[in-house]
């Protein structure tokens, strides 16, 4: 009844994490008033990392007792319902204590700052419960499509490997430095353009594809890894975890992560599938909407460039976006020198790359 009263006010440090494990056991957490946690982000997303333990130090300057202090670690660490009963309940009180200290040292300075304040209160905390509620219901996706492009992609890898094998004049293991090492520099020659620490010719992916701009086998190889990560990460990994309860896929999203204000997820991370290549598009695909409903793609058109234009005053930019032109191919045409209509979506894309890297510092 305390916790799901709305009228008792409620004070926590990532309750999203909370509100999760009390809704496993049908206990719906209400009066979530402040976290502690996102009251340290809003007041400055890249000074610290937001766990408590980190806080206490930095606005209270307190070491806390640890998880490990008490549970242990590494292989010996034991799960909390075996820690003994009065270490439990000290680290569990410290916590609570804490985190009311923590609220107290925080919140008048955000108070401090009005807008600060209405971005907390308005956007941050009430975000709180609907990203518990995402994460409870999942992601709906396609296992047997998924395990139908598994297939596909070792199939491309096994054609890339023999491709591989013809240029080398060997087997070799596309997936370690040390062979591909040997076989680049000892056995064809090709330039070492970089070391590592060590002195060996690397193998890196920067160096490889510098490689691949003039050699076919580094841009096998790369086109292997680039495959493999899919498959292991993706087509692979994806499918089992699926959850039994609810057969679809649950993410963790991060309110207190990127410096930027966005959000990232983990576990699986669902924000970073490719869409460069045909492959990463076909396992987007596999991202599924129920019979009856459809997946929605909302975007900001070229935020940051309209905030540029705004703020620069450039005439060129600002004529663009007046007449709704789209403002990356503009610039592949005056970059390339060719007329707006002929701009390829590869020219568009090292466009965009230019008008970002401009923004920020390029």
């Given at each position: 009844?305390?916790l799901e009263d709305?009228s008792r006010?409620?004070?926590g440090?990532n309750?999203?994490y909370?509100?999760n494990?009390?809704a496993n056991?049908?206990?719906?957490?209400?009066?979530?008033?402040?976290d502690?946690?996102l009251?340290s982000?809003v007041l400055?997303?890249?000074?610290?990392?937001?766990?408590m333990?980190?806080?206490?130090?930095?606005?209270?300057?307190?070491?806390t007792?640890?998880?490990?202090?008490?549970?242990?670690?590494?292989?010996?660490?034991?799960?909390f319902?075996?820690?003994?009963?009065d270490?439990?309940?000290?680290?569990?009180?410290?916590?609570?204590?804490?985190?009311l200290?923590?609220h107290?040292?925080?919140?008048?300075r955000?108070?401090?700052?009005?807008?600060?304040e209405?971005?907390y209160t308005e956007i941050?905390?009430?975000l709180?419960?609907?990203?518990s509620?995402?994460?409870?219901h999942?992601v709906a996706?396609n296992?047997a499509m998924?395990?139908e492009?598994?297939?596909?992609?070792?199939?491309k890898?096994r054609?890339?490997e023999?491709?591989a094998?013809t240029?080398?004049?060997?087997d070799?293991?596309?997936?370690?430095?040390?062979?591909?090492?040997?076989i680049?520099?000892?056995?064809?020659?090709?330039?070492?353009?970089?070391k590592?620490?060590?002195?060996?010719?690397?193998?890196?992916?920067s160096v490889?594809?510098?490689l691949a701009?003039d050699?076919?086998?580094?841009g096998?190889?790369?086109?292997?890894?680039?495959l493999s990560?899919?498959k292991?990460t993706?087509?692979?990994?994806l499918?089992?975890?699926?959850s039994?309860?609810t057969?679809r896929?649950?993410?963790?999203?991060?309110?207190a992560v990127?410096?930027t204000?966005r959000?990232s997820s983990?576990?699986?991370n669902?924000?970073?599938?490719?869409?460069?290549?045909e492959?990463g598009?076909?396992?987007?695909?596999?991202?599924?909407?129920?019979?009856?409903?459809?997946l929605l793609?909302a975007d900001?058109?070229?935020?940051e460039?309209?905030?540029?234009?705004?703020?620069?005053?450039d005439?060129?930019?600002?004529a663009?976006?007046?007449?709704?032109?789209?403002v990356?191919?503009?610039t592949?045409?005056?970059?390339?020198?060719?007329?707006?209509?002929?701009?390829t979506?590869?020219q568009r894309?090292?466009?965009k790359?230019?008008?970002?890297?401009?923004?920020?510092?390029?």
């Amino acid at each position: 009844p305390l916790l799901e009263d709305s009228s008792r006010l409620k004070v926590g440090h990532n309750l999203k994490y909370d509100m999760n494990v009390l809704a496993n056991h049908g206990i719906s957490l209400r009066g979530c008033q402040h976290d502690t946690m996102l009251e340290s982000y809003v007041l400055d997303s890249t000074a610290t990392r937001h766990d408590m333990d980190s806080l206490a130090l930095k606005y209270l300057g307190k070491k806390t007792i640890s998880f490990e202090d008490v549970a242990g670690k590494g292989a010996k660490q034991i799960t909390f319902n075996s820690v003994p009963v009065d270490k439990a309940a000290e680290y569990a009180a410290e916590d609570a204590e804490v985190t009311l200290r923590l609220h107290q040292a925080l919140w008048p300075r955000i108070t401090e700052h009005p807008a600060m304040e209405k971005l907390y209160t308005e956007i941050e905390m009430p975000l709180l419960p609907v990203l518990s509620r995402m994460e409870r219901h999942g992601v709906a996706i396609n296992a047997a499509m998924l395990l139908e492009q598994s297939t596909q992609l070792a199939e491309k890898m096994r054609q890339v490997e023999q491709r591989a094998y013809t240029i080398a004049g060997e087997d070799f293991n596309l997936g370690s430095p040390k062979q591909i090492q040997t076989i680049l520099y000892d056995k064809l020659g090709l330039p070492a353009l970089e070391k590592t620490p060590t002195g060996q010719p690397s193998t890196a992916e920067s160096v490889l594809q510098d490689l691949a701009l003039d050699y076919e086998l580094p841009g096998l190889i790369l086109e292997h890894r680039g495959l493999s990560k899919l498959k292991s990460t993706y087509t692979d990994r994806l499918p089992e975890q699926i959850s039994r309860r609810t057969g679809r896929v649950h993410t963790s999203y991060h309110q207190a992560v990127a410096a930027t204000g966005r959000l990232s997820s983990s576990d699986p991370n669902l924000q970073n599938i490719p869409i460069r290549t045909e492959e990463g598009r076909r396992i987007r695909q596999a991202f599924i909407a129920p019979p009856g409903c459809v997946l929605l793609a909302a975007d900001y058109s070229q935020i940051e460039l309209r905030i540029m234009a705004h703020l620069s005053g450039d005439q060129g930019l600002l004529a663009a976006f007046a007449r709704g032109e789209d403002v990356h191919k503009m610039t592949a045409a005056e970059v390339f020198g060719i007329d707006h209509a002929a701009v390829t979506e590869e020219q568009r894309r090292t466009a965009k790359v230019i008008n970002f890297g401009l923004i920020y510092g390029m």
